[in-house]
């Protein structure tokens, strides 16, 4: 994370999140396909299977694809190869972000589930950090959803009300305010309210460089995401977050699907 100066001296702590333009590279139809879809891809890939190249074919090979079921009416105007880039968003903008959050391993119910634990005297030897009594005995197994040990962290987290602070629509970074999920170089969904800014396709032969338009994104702080569907969504981004090297400061990538470092 980093912070903003505002003009009136206030301090305000952001996620600095690189979002590289996000390619569509399919449409899912109704007639063809049996549902209405989205699908784009973020990042660039080294290499790339034949099953992936032709699916891909006259588009720079891609790392990491993701589909939105989205109503057919939205997506109308989308064609295969358009760019979506960080111009999609506007300063203030109220955003959910969705990642991965950081694996914490096992861990046990004090620090998993905030119990207290028990007295340090008064008879309870190494009592101190232990669950305690699971139940009674008369219904002879365990309820579902009971709060004891086990793994913490690494599962799909989605923040929402989320403000943009700044765009730098030259260098595709957005500035969000607060923490996002996850660590750094993960991949996060990054989807809010308003109209979706569409790029001419292009093509792209294979091995091409991506080009640098900006581009909506759709994306988890620093985190794999899994993105879900959500038709109420109208703009859908991931981006990837990448935090510097430089003391106290962190930069965010994100694109359609977003990663976050």
Do not use: C, W
Not at 131 to 140: E, H, K, M, Q, V
Not at 179 to 195: F, H, K, M, T
Not at 216 to 221: G, L, S, W
């Amino acid at each position: 994370m980093t912070q903003i100066f505002k003009d009136d001296g206030n301090v305000v702590p952001v996620t600095a999140i690189l979002v590289e333009p996000n390619t569509v590279t399919q449409i899912k139809t109704q007639d063809q396909d049996g549902y209405s879809a989205v699908q784009v891809g973020f990042g660039r890939a080294k290499h790339i299977n034949k099953p992936q190249g032709g699916h891909l074919k006259g588009l720079n090979p891609i790392k990491t694809l993701r589909e939105f079921v989205v109503p057919a009416e939205e997506i109308r105007e989308l064609k295969r190869g358009a760019i979506l880039t960080v111009e999609i968003f506007n300063q203030g903008d109220q955003v959910k972000v969705t990642g991965v959050s950081k694996g914490k391993g096992f861990q046990g119910v004090v620090k998993r589930h905030g119990f207290h634990g028990s007295p340090a005297t008064h008879g309870h030897k190494d009592q101190l950090r232990m669950p305690g009594s699971i139940g009674s005995t008369d219904p002879a197994r365990v309820f579902k959803g009971l709060r004891m040990p086990g793994q913490m962290g690494n599962s799909r987290v989605t923040v929402s009300g989320l403000e943009v602070v700044a765009i730098d629509q030259e260098k595709n970074i957005l500035y969000i305010k607060g923490a996002v999920p996850g660590g750094r170089n993960g991949l996060l969904l990054i989807s809010g309210p308003g109209e979706l800014i569409i790029k001419a396709p292009t093509n792209q032969p294979e091995g091409s460089a991506l080009k640098a338009d900006p581009a909506e994104t759709v994306i988890e702080d620093a985190q794999a995401v899994e993105p879900g569907p959500n038709s109420d969504e109208k703009s859908n981004s991931a981006s990837e977050s990448e935090n510097p090297v430089s003391a106290g400061e962190n930069n965010n990538q994100s694109e359609i699907k977003t990663e976050t470092n």
